[in-house]
């Protein structure tokens, strides 16, 4: 399995919900990322997990939240955002963080919107 | 901190013809890595080059590294219509995180 699976697909929501992202992975990859990215921009580094750690934060508002409950799984909850958060939300993952393997496996993306 | 400088934005090629992306880091990179995405995709991996100087192909993709491992080139030949996609690359540095570029998005004229 070389995948990497998110959902929702498409998420619509306001600002006082309180939503979650889902990512999954299935090839033992140890690095797992979160990035957002705007219409016509390149993907932007949010969140970086290590062997289940959090290892980089890439100085993200605190109403978004990651978790990283195991080495397959990695979660973004959401809470309060606004409309200018709207975007699309990619997980991706590598093999590790260190080392030369280090290519990632981007999954298909939320779409989020935020009203 | 690390900036990727991508060029061109925009790419408009005829159907069959040549066409080249380059970027620019402003520090050493230990690697750089290429990704493809597709319309309404997500950035798929296309390779990784990791030695100063190293040229690696893909078919009609052929790609440079620079020999002060700061800037880095995607030579395409013969374009065809599944090319069409922004091609991004992503420098990376000693403290692991990818620097994306802005990206060159490429259209076909058939």
């Known amino acids: 399995d070389t995948e990497v699976t998110q959902t929702p697909k498409h998420l619509v929501m306001g600002m006082t919900n309180k939503k979650s992202l889902k990512c999954e992975q299935h090839?033992?990859?140890?690095?797992m990322y979160w990035y957002k990215q705007k219409a016509k921009k390149p993907p932007e580094l949010m969140f970086v997990?290590?062997?289940?750690?959090?290892?980089i934060n890439e100085s993200v508002p605190s109403r978004f939240s990651p978790e990283c409950p195991n080495s397959s799984l990695l979660n973004l909850h959401l809470h309060a955002l606004q409309p200018e958060d709207s975007a699309l939300y990619l997980c991706?993952?590598?093999?590790?963080?260190?080392?030369?393997?280090?290519?990632?496996?981007f999954g298909p993306g939320t779409r989020l919107t935020v009203l | 901190g690390q900036q990727v400088m991508q060029i061109p934005q925009y790419q408009h090629v005829q159907e069959g013809e040549d066409f080249t992306t380059y970027c620019n880091s402003s520090?050493?990179?230990?690697?750089i890595q290429w990704y493809k995405q597709r319309p309404g995709g997500h950035p798929v991996f296309l390779i990784q080059?990791?030695?100063?100087?190293e040229v690696k192909k893909q078919k009609r993709l052929t790609f440079q590294f620079g020999e002060a491992k700061k800037n880095s080139s995607l030579h395409i030949t013969a374009t065809q219509t599944t090319d069409v996609g922004t091609y991004f690359c992503?420098?990376?540095?000693?403290?692991?995180?990818?620097?994306f570029g802005a990206g060159t998005t490429v259209t076909v004229r058939a």
């Open positions: 991706a993952s590598s093999q590790s963080l260190a080392g030369g393997h280090n290519e990632q496996f």
């Open positions: 090839m033992g990859h140890r690095a």
């Open positions: 992503a420098g990376r540095s000693n403290d692991y995180k990818l620097s």
């Open positions: 520090t050493t990179l230990s690697n």
């Open positions: 997990y290590s062997y289940e750690k959090l290892s």
């Open positions: 080059l990791v030695k100063s100087g």
